[in-house]
């Protein structure tokens, strides 16, 4: 028997903007909504086969890069149509120390928290 990623939890100064935001990336809705927290996730809900992410209110600054960040791949676009997209939603280039030759981009959220388009398309759930 093995565990499965249920939950990821991103410490943010502004959940609800987060919110929106990855809402947006992902099609996710609002799940949960605590008093300092908000929970997204897929419409099934929590348990099926992504795992949701939980937005924990933080009032400490994030100092450098991200040890773990997400990746996401487009499902019904190119990845440059999927980047446009991005981009517009809030998404901003992100330097990572990258060559720029990857076959990825590398982005920031609307706090700076880094993420990555990849380039293959993925079949949507």
Do not use: Y
């Amino acid at each position: 028997m093995a565990c499965r990623i249920s939950e990821l939890v991103l410490e943010c100064r502004d959940p609800e903007v987060l919110a929106r935001f990855w809402c947006e990336v992902l099609d996710f809705v609002v799940l949960d909504r605590e008093e300092d927290c908000i929970e997204i996730g897929p419409r099934e809900g929590f348990g099926g086969p992504q795992p949701t992410i939980i937005l924990s209110r933080t009032d400490e600054p994030k100092h450098r890069t991200l040890r773990l960040h997400i990746d996401v791949n487009a499902t019904d676009r190119d990845q440059e149509a999927e980047l446009d997209r991005l981009l517009k939603i809030g998404a901003r280039p992100a330097d990572v120390g990258q060559t720029g030759e990857e076959p990825w981009h590398v982005l920031a959220d609307p706090e700076g928290n880094e993420f990555c388009l990849l380039k293959a398309r993925l079949a949507p759930l």
